[in-house]
Protein backbone atom coordinates (compact mmCIF):
# COMPACT_ATOMS: atom_id res chain seq x y z
CA UNK A 1 0.00 0.00 0.00
CA UNK A 2 0.99 3.65 -0.91
CA UNK A 3 0.37 6.32 1.73
CA UNK A 4 0.64 9.92 0.87
CA UNK A 5 -0.55 12.86 3.32
CA UNK A 6 -1.27 15.94 2.88
CA UNK A 7 -1.83 18.86 5.13
CA UNK A 8 -2.59 22.41 3.32
CA UNK A 9 -3.32 25.15 4.83
CA UNK A 10 -5.74 27.37 3.17
CA UNK A 11 -6.98 30.88 4.09
CA UNK A 12 -10.17 30.79 5.61
CA UNK A 13 -11.00 30.41 9.79
CA UNK A 14 -13.88 32.19 10.42
CA UNK A 15 -16.95 31.52 7.91
CA UNK A 16 -18.10 28.35 9.13
CA UNK A 17 -20.24 27.73 5.45
CA UNK A 18 -17.17 27.98 3.35
CA UNK A 19 -14.77 25.80 5.71
CA UNK A 20 -17.86 23.02 5.78
CA UNK A 21 -17.82 23.22 1.64
CA UNK A 22 -13.71 23.02 1.81
CA UNK A 23 -13.89 20.04 3.93
CA UNK A 24 -16.40 18.51 2.30
CA UNK A 25 -14.67 18.42 -1.35
CA UNK A 26 -11.81 16.38 0.33
CA UNK A 27 -14.05 13.94 2.28
CA UNK A 28 -16.12 13.76 -0.85
CA UNK A 29 -13.17 12.41 -2.89
CA UNK A 30 -12.87 8.21 -3.48
CA UNK A 31 -9.80 6.82 -1.27
CA UNK A 32 -8.81 10.28 0.83
CA UNK A 33 -9.32 9.89 4.21
CA UNK A 34 -9.64 13.15 6.01
CA UNK A 35 -8.10 12.42 9.41
CA UNK A 36 -8.27 16.22 10.85
CA UNK A 37 -9.26 19.47 10.10
CA UNK A 38 -8.99 22.97 12.10
CA UNK A 39 -9.83 26.50 11.74
CA UNK A 40 -7.78 29.42 13.57
CA UNK A 41 -10.19 32.62 13.66
CA UNK A 42 -6.92 35.27 14.65
CA UNK A 43 -5.38 33.17 11.93
CA UNK A 44 -8.08 33.20 9.43
CA UNK A 45 -7.06 30.18 8.32
CA UNK A 46 -7.54 26.00 8.48
CA UNK A 47 -5.68 23.40 8.10
CA UNK A 48 -6.88 20.06 7.08
CA UNK A 49 -5.01 16.38 7.57
CA UNK A 50 -5.63 13.59 4.80
CA UNK A 51 -4.12 10.20 3.58
CA UNK A 52 -4.68 7.77 0.76
CA UNK A 53 -2.79 6.16 -1.99
CA UNK A 54 -0.84 9.42 -3.83
CA UNK A 55 -3.22 10.18 -7.25
CA UNK A 56 -6.19 10.35 -4.85
CA UNK A 57 -4.88 12.58 -2.33
CA UNK A 58 -3.95 14.68 -5.74
CA UNK A 59 -7.09 14.64 -6.88
CA UNK A 60 -8.68 15.56 -3.09
CA UNK A 61 -6.51 18.32 -2.95
CA UNK A 62 -7.78 19.37 -6.60
CA UNK A 63 -11.42 19.69 -5.10
CA UNK A 64 -9.88 21.64 -2.18
CA UNK A 65 -8.18 23.72 -4.47
CA UNK A 66 -11.73 24.40 -6.82
CA UNK A 67 -13.86 25.06 -4.13
CA UNK A 68 -10.59 27.51 -2.57
CA UNK A 69 -10.26 29.45 -5.86
CA UNK A 70 -14.18 29.73 -6.13
CA UNK A 71 -14.99 30.67 -2.70
CA UNK A 72 -11.87 32.97 -0.75
CA UNK A 73 -11.42 36.02 -2.03
CA UNK A 74 -7.62 37.49 -0.96
CA UNK A 75 -8.81 40.93 -1.13
CA UNK A 76 -10.82 40.80 2.09
CA UNK A 77 -8.29 38.27 4.04
CA UNK A 78 -6.89 39.49 7.18
CA UNK A 79 -5.47 37.39 9.38
CA UNK A 80 -2.53 37.02 12.18
CA UNK A 81 -0.55 34.23 10.10
CA UNK A 82 1.47 35.33 6.81
CA UNK A 83 0.28 33.88 3.90
CA UNK A 84 0.19 34.29 -0.61
CA UNK A 85 -3.00 33.00 -0.94
CA UNK A 86 -6.30 31.36 -0.97
CA UNK A 87 -4.73 27.78 -0.78
CA UNK A 88 -1.33 28.95 0.84
CA UNK A 89 0.44 26.21 0.75
CA UNK A 90 -0.02 22.31 -0.07
CA UNK A 91 2.83 20.45 1.76
CA UNK A 92 2.66 16.71 1.02
CA UNK A 93 4.11 14.00 2.97
CA UNK A 94 5.38 10.86 1.90
CA UNK A 95 4.27 8.43 4.46
CA UNK A 96 4.86 4.72 3.41
CA UNK A 97 6.14 3.02 0.14
CA UNK A 98 6.15 6.71 -1.55
CA UNK A 99 9.70 8.20 -1.84
CA UNK A 100 10.80 11.53 -1.79
CA UNK A 101 11.54 11.48 -5.56
CA UNK A 102 7.23 10.28 -6.30
CA UNK A 103 6.06 12.86 -4.08
CA UNK A 104 7.95 15.79 -5.82
CA UNK A 105 6.80 14.34 -9.43
CA UNK A 106 3.06 14.28 -7.85
CA UNK A 107 4.02 18.20 -6.26
CA UNK A 108 5.10 19.00 -9.84
CA UNK A 109 1.73 17.50 -11.41
CA UNK A 110 0.11 19.67 -8.82
CA UNK A 111 1.39 22.82 -8.77
CA UNK A 112 1.31 22.46 -13.19
CA UNK A 113 -2.36 21.50 -12.27
CA UNK A 114 -2.58 24.65 -9.95
CA UNK A 115 -0.66 27.37 -12.53
CA UNK A 116 -3.47 25.97 -15.00
CA UNK A 117 -6.22 27.89 -12.98
CA UNK A 118 -4.37 31.05 -13.24
CA UNK A 119 -2.67 30.74 -9.98
CA UNK A 120 1.52 30.93 -9.85
CA UNK A 121 2.93 28.68 -7.73
CA UNK A 122 6.20 28.55 -5.80
CA UNK A 123 7.72 24.69 -5.28
CA UNK A 124 9.46 24.69 -1.30
CA UNK A 125 11.46 22.46 0.72
CA UNK A 126 12.46 19.24 -1.09
CA UNK A 127 10.42 20.33 -4.12
CA UNK A 128 12.05 23.58 -4.58
CA UNK A 129 13.85 23.81 -7.81
CA UNK A 130 15.75 27.13 -6.13
CA UNK A 131 17.72 26.92 -3.37
CA UNK A 132 16.42 30.13 -2.01
CA UNK A 133 13.10 28.66 -2.42
CA UNK A 134 13.55 25.75 0.17
CA UNK A 135 12.49 27.44 3.62
CA UNK A 136 9.10 28.12 3.45
CA UNK A 137 9.10 31.71 5.47
CA UNK A 138 11.87 32.57 2.81
CA UNK A 139 9.06 31.63 -0.12
CA UNK A 140 6.06 33.73 1.96
CA UNK A 141 8.55 36.73 2.70
CA UNK A 142 6.60 39.53 1.80
CA UNK A 143 2.93 37.65 1.55
CA UNK A 144 0.17 38.36 -0.34
CA UNK A 145 0.52 42.35 0.07
CA UNK A 146 3.70 42.33 -1.65
CA UNK A 147 3.18 39.58 -4.32
CA UNK A 148 1.95 41.53 -7.53
CA UNK A 149 5.57 43.70 -7.12
CA UNK A 150 6.91 40.44 -6.76
CA UNK A 151 5.75 39.01 -9.35
CA UNK A 152 7.16 41.79 -11.46
CA UNK A 153 10.18 41.29 -10.91
CA UNK A 154 12.80 38.77 -12.70
CA UNK A 155 13.73 36.93 -8.97
CA UNK A 156 9.76 36.71 -8.27
CA UNK A 157 8.97 34.56 -11.12
CA UNK A 158 7.10 31.86 -9.89
CA UNK A 159 8.09 28.02 -10.73
CA UNK A 160 5.28 27.49 -12.85
CA UNK A 161 2.12 28.99 -13.41
CA UNK A 162 1.65 32.89 -15.18
CA UNK A 163 3.96 35.75 -13.75
CA UNK A 164 1.04 37.54 -13.44
CA UNK A 165 -0.98 38.86 -10.10
CA UNK A 166 -4.23 37.32 -9.20
CA UNK A 167 -5.74 39.53 -6.94
CA UNK A 168 -8.51 37.07 -5.77
CA UNK A 169 -6.23 34.07 -5.61
CA UNK A 170 -3.07 35.04 -5.07
CA UNK A 171 -0.27 32.50 -5.17
CA UNK A 172 0.45 29.14 -3.66
CA UNK A 173 3.22 27.00 -2.47
CA UNK A 174 3.76 23.38 -3.03
CA UNK A 175 6.35 20.79 -1.93
CA UNK A 176 6.98 17.79 -0.59
CA UNK A 177 8.18 17.31 3.35
CA UNK A 178 9.09 14.28 6.01
CA UNK A 179 6.20 13.76 8.13
CA UNK A 180 6.62 16.16 11.26
CA UNK A 181 6.52 14.54 14.80
CA UNK A 182 5.28 17.34 17.30
CA UNK A 183 6.78 16.74 20.57
CA UNK A 184 6.47 18.60 23.89
CA UNK A 185 8.58 18.03 27.01
CA UNK A 186 6.94 19.67 30.17
CA UNK A 187 9.27 20.03 32.96
CA UNK A 188 8.16 20.21 36.58
CA UNK A 189 9.53 24.01 37.24
CA UNK A 190 8.20 27.51 36.58
CA UNK A 191 11.65 29.13 35.44
CA UNK A 192 11.09 29.70 32.01
CA UNK A 193 15.32 30.20 31.44
CA UNK A 194 15.70 26.48 32.15
CA UNK A 195 13.33 25.69 29.28
CA UNK A 196 14.63 28.40 26.97
CA UNK A 197 18.63 26.71 27.52
CA UNK A 198 17.38 23.39 26.71
CA UNK A 199 15.63 24.47 23.86
CA UNK A 200 18.45 26.00 23.02
CA UNK A 201 20.93 23.14 23.31
CA UNK A 202 18.94 20.88 21.70
CA UNK A 203 17.57 22.50 18.36
CA UNK A 204 19.89 22.57 15.05
CA UNK A 205 20.31 26.70 15.24
CA UNK A 206 21.36 26.56 18.48
CA UNK A 207 24.26 23.41 17.77
CA UNK A 208 21.62 20.95 18.78
CA UNK A 209 20.51 17.70 16.56
CA UNK A 210 20.30 18.34 12.95
CA UNK A 211 16.33 17.52 12.91
CA UNK A 212 14.88 19.24 15.97
CA UNK A 213 13.02 22.69 16.12
CA UNK A 214 12.70 23.98 19.43
CA UNK A 215 11.46 26.79 21.67
CA UNK A 216 10.85 27.19 25.79
CA UNK A 217 7.33 28.30 26.59
CA UNK A 218 5.64 28.79 30.05
CA UNK A 219 2.69 26.93 30.92
CA UNK A 220 1.24 28.69 33.63
CA UNK A 221 -2.23 26.98 33.94
CA UNK A 222 0.24 24.25 35.20
CA UNK A 223 2.68 25.84 36.87
CA UNK A 224 5.51 23.86 34.67
CA UNK A 225 7.78 25.43 31.35
CA UNK A 226 7.87 23.34 28.13
CA UNK A 227 10.48 22.28 25.95
CA UNK A 228 8.22 22.87 22.54
CA UNK A 229 10.09 20.73 19.65
CA UNK A 230 9.15 19.53 16.11
CA UNK A 231 11.16 16.72 14.75
CA UNK A 232 11.36 17.05 11.26
CA UNK A 233 13.23 13.57 10.21
CA UNK A 234 12.41 11.14 13.13
CA UNK A 235 14.73 8.31 11.51
CA UNK A 236 17.74 10.46 11.73
CA UNK A 237 16.65 12.18 14.78
CA UNK A 238 14.60 9.99 16.72
CA UNK A 239 11.92 10.86 19.88
CA UNK A 240 13.74 8.74 22.37
CA UNK A 241 17.16 10.71 22.05
CA UNK A 242 15.41 14.02 22.08
CA UNK A 243 13.64 13.48 24.72
CA UNK A 244 16.57 11.24 27.05
CA UNK A 245 18.96 14.50 26.18
CA UNK A 246 16.53 17.09 27.44
CA UNK A 247 16.06 14.50 30.47
CA UNK A 248 19.66 14.92 31.11
CA UNK A 249 19.89 18.71 30.13
CA UNK A 250 17.27 19.22 32.85
CA UNK A 251 18.95 17.42 35.84
CA UNK A 252 21.38 19.94 35.48
CA UNK A 253 19.24 22.30 37.35
CA UNK A 254 17.50 19.71 39.18
CA UNK A 255 14.42 19.66 37.08
CA UNK A 256 12.62 16.74 36.30
CA UNK A 257 10.39 15.51 33.08
CA UNK A 258 6.70 15.37 34.38
CA UNK A 259 4.93 14.56 31.32
CA UNK A 260 5.22 14.53 27.89
CA UNK A 261 2.65 15.80 24.87
CA UNK A 262 2.50 14.37 21.28
CA UNK A 263 0.55 16.80 19.17
CA UNK A 264 -1.70 15.04 16.40
CA UNK A 265 -0.66 12.15 14.60
CA UNK A 266 2.38 10.02 13.71
CA UNK A 267 2.97 7.32 11.83
CA UNK A 268 3.73 4.14 13.19
CA UNK A 269 7.44 4.27 11.89
CA UNK A 270 8.48 7.02 14.03
CA UNK A 271 7.90 4.75 17.01
CA UNK A 272 10.21 2.21 15.50
CA UNK A 273 13.33 3.54 17.38
CA UNK A 274 11.46 4.16 20.76
CA UNK A 275 10.37 0.62 21.25
CA UNK A 276 13.76 -0.32 20.02
CA UNK A 277 15.33 1.97 22.72
CA UNK A 278 13.56 1.42 25.52
CA UNK A 279 12.45 -2.42 25.54
CA UNK A 280 16.49 -2.95 24.17
CA UNK A 281 14.63 -4.43 21.35
CA UNK A 282 17.73 -4.60 18.98
CA UNK A 283 16.19 -6.59 16.03
CA UNK A 284 12.81 -5.22 16.26
CA UNK A 285 10.85 -3.84 13.30
CA UNK A 286 7.67 -2.82 12.99
CA UNK A 287 7.12 -5.58 10.33
CA UNK A 288 6.50 -7.46 13.42
CA UNK A 289 3.19 -5.15 14.25
CA UNK A 290 0.28 -6.65 13.02
CA UNK A 291 -1.33 -4.12 12.10
CA UNK A 292 1.84 -2.83 9.84
CA UNK A 293 1.56 -6.38 7.88
CA UNK A 294 -2.17 -6.08 6.91
CA UNK A 295 -1.32 -2.78 5.13
CA UNK A 296 0.89 -4.27 3.45
CA UNK A 297 4.34 -3.02 2.07
CA UNK B 1 -12.81 -2.75 10.99
CA UNK B 2 -13.37 -6.32 12.71
CA UNK B 3 -10.13 -8.42 13.26
CA UNK B 4 -9.99 -12.02 14.25
CA UNK B 5 -6.50 -14.24 14.89
CA UNK B 6 -6.40 -17.74 14.49
CA UNK B 7 -3.08 -19.87 15.72
CA UNK B 8 -4.11 -23.54 15.11
CA UNK B 9 -1.58 -26.00 15.72
CA UNK B 10 -2.20 -28.78 13.24
CA UNK B 11 -0.46 -32.44 13.74
CA UNK B 12 1.84 -32.45 10.72
CA UNK B 13 5.58 -31.10 10.92
CA UNK B 14 7.21 -33.26 8.36
CA UNK B 15 5.17 -34.19 4.66
CA UNK B 16 6.02 -31.20 3.04
CA UNK B 17 3.24 -31.44 0.47
CA UNK B 18 0.23 -32.34 3.05
CA UNK B 19 2.10 -29.11 4.59
CA UNK B 20 1.45 -26.76 1.22
CA UNK B 21 -2.11 -28.12 1.12
CA UNK B 22 -3.04 -27.23 4.41
CA UNK B 23 -0.97 -23.61 3.76
CA UNK B 24 -2.90 -22.99 0.32
CA UNK B 25 -6.50 -24.03 2.17
CA UNK B 26 -5.71 -21.45 4.32
CA UNK B 27 -4.27 -18.70 1.66
CA UNK B 28 -6.71 -19.30 -0.40
CA UNK B 29 -9.98 -18.44 1.59
CA UNK B 30 -10.99 -14.86 0.64
CA UNK B 31 -10.48 -12.00 3.38
CA UNK B 32 -8.03 -14.29 5.02
CA UNK B 33 -3.90 -13.41 5.61
CA UNK B 34 -1.76 -15.55 6.12
CA UNK B 35 0.76 -14.04 8.47
CA UNK B 36 3.24 -17.15 9.16
CA UNK B 37 3.34 -20.50 9.32
CA UNK B 38 5.89 -23.04 10.87
CA UNK B 39 6.33 -26.45 10.57
CA UNK B 40 8.76 -28.99 13.54
CA UNK B 41 10.07 -32.41 12.48
CA UNK B 42 10.66 -33.27 15.76
CA UNK B 43 7.24 -32.03 17.15
CA UNK B 44 5.70 -33.36 13.55
CA UNK B 45 3.43 -30.61 14.11
CA UNK B 46 2.62 -27.15 12.33
CA UNK B 47 1.54 -23.79 13.74
CA UNK B 48 -0.33 -21.31 11.03
CA UNK B 49 -0.81 -17.37 12.03
CA UNK B 50 -3.41 -15.62 10.71
CA UNK B 51 -6.12 -13.02 10.65
CA UNK B 52 -8.93 -11.43 8.70
CA UNK B 53 -12.64 -10.45 9.96
CA UNK B 54 -14.38 -12.89 11.77
CA UNK B 55 -16.52 -15.02 9.51
CA UNK B 56 -13.30 -14.78 6.77
CA UNK B 57 -11.42 -16.38 9.57
CA UNK B 58 -14.16 -19.35 10.57
CA UNK B 59 -14.37 -20.04 6.99
CA UNK B 60 -10.11 -20.21 6.84
CA UNK B 61 -10.25 -22.70 9.63
CA UNK B 62 -13.19 -24.73 8.27
CA UNK B 63 -10.73 -24.71 5.18
CA UNK B 64 -7.70 -25.91 7.18
CA UNK B 65 -9.76 -28.70 9.03
CA UNK B 66 -11.48 -29.93 5.73
CA UNK B 67 -7.74 -31.11 4.40
CA UNK B 68 -6.27 -31.78 7.91
CA UNK B 69 -9.03 -34.04 8.33
CA UNK B 70 -8.62 -35.64 4.92
CA UNK B 71 -4.83 -35.84 4.93
CA UNK B 72 -3.80 -36.79 8.33
CA UNK B 73 -4.39 -39.95 9.81
CA UNK B 74 -3.77 -39.72 13.59
CA UNK B 75 -3.23 -43.57 13.80
CA UNK B 76 0.24 -43.39 11.76
CA UNK B 77 1.49 -39.76 14.37
CA UNK B 78 4.22 -39.81 16.58
CA UNK B 79 6.39 -36.73 17.82
CA UNK B 80 7.56 -35.19 20.59
CA UNK B 81 4.52 -32.60 21.58
CA UNK B 82 1.63 -33.87 23.13
CA UNK B 83 -1.81 -33.85 21.01
CA UNK B 84 -5.02 -35.18 20.89
CA UNK B 85 -5.86 -34.78 17.25
CA UNK B 86 -5.47 -34.10 13.33
CA UNK B 87 -6.51 -30.23 14.11
CA UNK B 88 -5.09 -30.56 17.88
CA UNK B 89 -6.07 -26.77 19.15
CA UNK B 90 -7.94 -23.85 17.89
CA UNK B 91 -7.13 -20.78 19.57
CA UNK B 92 -9.34 -17.92 18.35
CA UNK B 93 -7.81 -14.00 19.80
CA UNK B 94 -9.54 -10.80 19.32
CA UNK B 95 -7.31 -8.48 17.90
CA UNK B 96 -9.51 -5.54 17.44
CA UNK B 97 -13.03 -4.35 17.29
CA UNK B 98 -13.81 -8.08 18.44
CA UNK B 99 -15.09 -8.75 22.14
CA UNK B 100 -14.40 -12.10 24.23
CA UNK B 101 -17.82 -12.90 24.23
CA UNK B 102 -18.39 -12.89 20.55
CA UNK B 103 -15.17 -14.80 19.27
CA UNK B 104 -16.86 -17.21 21.80
CA UNK B 105 -19.48 -17.63 19.77
CA UNK B 106 -17.03 -17.81 16.92
CA UNK B 107 -15.44 -20.95 19.00
CA UNK B 108 -18.66 -22.18 19.36
CA UNK B 109 -20.14 -22.32 15.61
CA UNK B 110 -16.68 -23.53 14.88
CA UNK B 111 -16.56 -26.78 17.47
CA UNK B 112 -20.44 -27.17 16.02
CA UNK B 113 -18.87 -27.36 12.42
CA UNK B 114 -16.23 -30.14 13.42
CA UNK B 115 -18.61 -31.79 15.75
CA UNK B 116 -20.80 -32.13 12.59
CA UNK B 117 -17.93 -33.79 10.99
CA UNK B 118 -17.49 -36.68 13.12
CA UNK B 119 -14.84 -35.11 15.88
CA UNK B 120 -15.52 -34.67 19.14
CA UNK B 121 -14.51 -30.82 20.25
CA UNK B 122 -13.20 -29.24 23.56
CA UNK B 123 -13.42 -26.39 24.18
CA UNK B 124 -10.60 -24.66 26.57
CA UNK B 125 -9.60 -21.12 28.33
CA UNK B 126 -12.50 -18.21 27.63
CA UNK B 127 -14.62 -20.52 25.64
CA UNK B 128 -14.48 -23.79 28.31
CA UNK B 129 -17.68 -24.55 29.60
CA UNK B 130 -16.52 -26.76 32.43
CA UNK B 131 -13.70 -25.12 34.82
CA UNK B 132 -11.57 -28.24 34.48
CA UNK B 133 -11.49 -27.85 30.95
CA UNK B 134 -9.97 -23.92 31.18
CA UNK B 135 -6.24 -24.66 30.78
CA UNK B 136 -5.06 -26.21 27.78
CA UNK B 137 -2.74 -28.96 29.60
CA UNK B 138 -5.39 -30.13 31.30
CA UNK B 139 -7.52 -30.73 27.82
CA UNK B 140 -4.74 -32.24 26.54
CA UNK B 141 -3.42 -34.63 29.15
CA UNK B 142 -3.67 -38.33 28.33
CA UNK B 143 -3.40 -37.45 24.92
CA UNK B 144 -4.59 -39.40 21.60
CA UNK B 145 -3.75 -42.43 22.77
CA UNK B 146 -5.90 -42.38 25.63
CA UNK B 147 -8.35 -40.56 24.05
CA UNK B 148 -10.82 -44.11 23.70
CA UNK B 149 -10.63 -44.58 26.88
CA UNK B 150 -11.90 -41.10 28.02
CA UNK B 151 -14.73 -40.62 25.50
CA UNK B 152 -16.19 -44.22 26.87
CA UNK B 153 -16.44 -42.09 30.46
CA UNK B 154 -18.99 -39.42 31.73
CA UNK B 155 -16.07 -36.99 32.80
CA UNK B 156 -14.83 -37.39 29.02
CA UNK B 157 -17.77 -36.44 27.24
CA UNK B 158 -16.82 -33.89 24.55
CA UNK B 159 -18.42 -30.35 25.09
CA UNK B 160 -19.88 -30.97 21.04
CA UNK B 161 -19.81 -33.40 18.43
CA UNK B 162 -20.18 -37.30 18.89
CA UNK B 163 -18.76 -38.95 22.47
CA UNK B 164 -17.34 -41.18 20.06
CA UNK B 165 -13.52 -42.52 19.17
CA UNK B 166 -12.50 -41.02 16.26
CA UNK B 167 -9.35 -43.25 15.34
CA UNK B 168 -8.30 -41.06 12.17
CA UNK B 169 -8.85 -37.66 13.32
CA UNK B 170 -8.66 -38.07 17.24
CA UNK B 171 -10.05 -34.57 18.75
CA UNK B 172 -10.20 -31.03 18.38
CA UNK B 173 -9.57 -28.48 21.50
CA UNK B 174 -11.22 -25.17 20.42
CA UNK B 175 -11.00 -21.94 22.34
CA UNK B 176 -10.70 -18.06 22.80
CA UNK B 177 -7.87 -16.56 24.68
CA UNK B 178 -5.85 -13.31 24.07
CA UNK B 179 -2.99 -12.47 21.85
CA UNK B 180 0.24 -13.74 23.79
CA UNK B 181 3.14 -11.89 23.93
CA UNK B 182 6.49 -14.00 23.73
CA UNK B 183 9.18 -11.40 25.22
CA UNK B 184 12.88 -12.93 26.29
CA UNK B 185 15.30 -10.71 28.11
CA UNK B 186 18.88 -11.42 27.29
CA UNK B 187 21.18 -11.10 30.75
CA UNK B 188 24.98 -10.16 30.70
CA UNK B 189 25.85 -13.37 32.79
CA UNK B 190 26.77 -16.68 32.16
CA UNK B 191 25.23 -17.78 35.56
CA UNK B 192 21.55 -19.15 34.81
CA UNK B 193 20.74 -19.22 38.57
CA UNK B 194 20.07 -15.73 38.11
CA UNK B 195 18.15 -16.34 35.09
CA UNK B 196 16.35 -18.91 36.98
CA UNK B 197 15.40 -16.80 40.06
CA UNK B 198 14.14 -13.82 38.49
CA UNK B 199 11.38 -15.72 36.00
CA UNK B 200 10.45 -17.16 39.70
CA UNK B 201 10.09 -13.72 40.95
CA UNK B 202 8.38 -12.27 37.72
CA UNK B 203 5.78 -14.91 36.86
CA UNK B 204 2.44 -15.54 38.48
CA UNK B 205 3.49 -18.80 39.66
CA UNK B 206 6.20 -17.31 41.51
CA UNK B 207 4.69 -14.38 43.54
CA UNK B 208 4.90 -12.39 40.18
CA UNK B 209 2.91 -11.09 38.20
CA UNK B 210 -0.70 -12.15 37.14
CA UNK B 211 -0.30 -12.68 33.16
CA UNK B 212 3.18 -14.01 33.19
CA UNK B 213 4.62 -16.95 32.85
CA UNK B 214 8.55 -17.44 32.51
CA UNK B 215 11.50 -19.35 32.77
CA UNK B 216 14.76 -19.35 32.78
CA UNK B 217 16.91 -20.35 29.62
CA UNK B 218 20.97 -20.62 28.96
CA UNK B 219 22.12 -19.22 25.66
CA UNK B 220 25.34 -20.73 25.22
CA UNK B 221 26.23 -19.48 21.68
CA UNK B 222 26.03 -15.95 23.31
CA UNK B 223 27.23 -16.66 26.43
CA UNK B 224 24.43 -15.26 28.64
CA UNK B 225 20.77 -16.42 30.09
CA UNK B 226 17.71 -15.53 29.46
CA UNK B 227 14.47 -14.79 30.62
CA UNK B 228 11.70 -16.28 28.65
CA UNK B 229 8.43 -14.74 29.41
CA UNK B 230 5.10 -15.46 27.75
CA UNK B 231 2.76 -11.96 28.90
CA UNK B 232 -0.90 -13.26 28.56
CA UNK B 233 -2.98 -10.14 29.09
CA UNK B 234 -0.27 -6.88 27.89
CA UNK B 235 -3.40 -4.89 29.23
CA UNK B 236 -3.04 -5.90 32.27
CA UNK B 237 0.63 -6.35 32.48
CA UNK B 238 2.59 -4.16 30.21
CA UNK B 239 5.42 -4.90 28.64
CA UNK B 240 7.75 -2.64 30.24
CA UNK B 241 6.72 -3.55 33.76
CA UNK B 242 7.99 -6.79 33.01
CA UNK B 243 10.77 -5.76 31.81
CA UNK B 244 12.14 -2.90 34.80
CA UNK B 245 11.21 -5.94 37.15
CA UNK B 246 13.77 -8.19 35.82
CA UNK B 247 16.12 -4.94 35.07
CA UNK B 248 15.79 -4.02 39.10
CA UNK B 249 15.69 -7.82 39.98
CA UNK B 250 19.26 -8.49 37.82
CA UNK B 251 20.63 -5.45 38.88
CA UNK B 252 20.79 -6.77 42.45
CA UNK B 253 23.05 -9.76 41.28
CA UNK B 254 25.40 -6.54 39.30
CA UNK B 255 23.65 -8.01 36.26
CA UNK B 256 22.87 -5.54 33.55
CA UNK B 257 19.81 -6.54 30.54
CA UNK B 258 22.10 -7.20 27.28
CA UNK B 259 19.23 -7.06 25.16
CA UNK B 260 15.44 -8.41 24.58
CA UNK B 261 13.61 -10.11 21.95
CA UNK B 262 9.67 -10.22 21.13
CA UNK B 263 9.44 -13.50 19.09
CA UNK B 264 6.67 -13.21 16.41
CA UNK B 265 4.01 -10.56 16.14
CA UNK B 266 2.31 -7.90 18.05
CA UNK B 267 -0.80 -6.31 18.06
CA UNK B 268 -0.14 -2.27 17.62
CA UNK B 269 -2.15 -1.77 21.47
CA UNK B 270 0.50 -4.08 22.87
CA UNK B 271 3.15 -1.27 22.63
CA UNK B 272 0.71 1.75 23.96
CA UNK B 273 2.08 0.99 27.12
CA UNK B 274 5.39 0.85 26.34
CA UNK B 275 5.23 4.27 24.29
CA UNK B 276 3.35 5.79 27.15
CA UNK B 277 5.40 4.88 30.28
CA UNK B 278 9.15 5.81 28.39
CA UNK B 279 8.46 9.03 26.37
CA UNK B 280 6.16 10.08 29.60
CA UNK B 281 3.04 10.51 27.04
CA UNK B 282 0.30 10.30 29.76
CA UNK B 283 -2.37 11.04 27.26
CA UNK B 284 -0.56 9.07 24.35
CA UNK B 285 -3.65 6.32 22.91
CA UNK B 286 -2.83 4.78 19.72
CA UNK B 287 -5.21 6.75 18.16
CA UNK B 288 -2.56 8.86 17.35
CA UNK B 289 -0.93 6.63 15.12
CA UNK B 290 -1.88 6.93 11.52
CA UNK B 291 -2.26 3.22 10.40
CA UNK B 292 -4.59 2.55 13.05
CA UNK B 293 -6.42 5.79 11.85
CA UNK B 294 -6.42 3.63 8.38
CA UNK B 295 -7.74 0.16 9.47
CA UNK B 296 -10.78 2.56 11.60
CA UNK B 297 -12.08 1.40 14.78
Redesign the interface.
Known amino acids: MQ?L?CVPNVSEGRDAEVLERLVRAVRQTPGV?L?DWSADRDHNRAVLTY?GEPEAVVAGTQALCREAFALIDMRKHEGAHPRLGAVDVIPLVP??GVTTESAVALARKLGEWIGGQGVPVYYYEDAAVRPERESLPDVRRGEYEGLATRLASPEGAPDVGPAVFNARSGASIVGVRPPLIA?NVNLATTDLSVAKRIAQAVRFSGGGYRYVRAMGVALEDKGQVQVSTDITRYEKTP??RV?ETIRSEAARYGVV??????V?????AA?EE??R????????SIA????????GE
Do not use: K
Open positions: LEELVLRFIHLVAGCELGLAPLFTIYYLQLHDFQVIENRLL
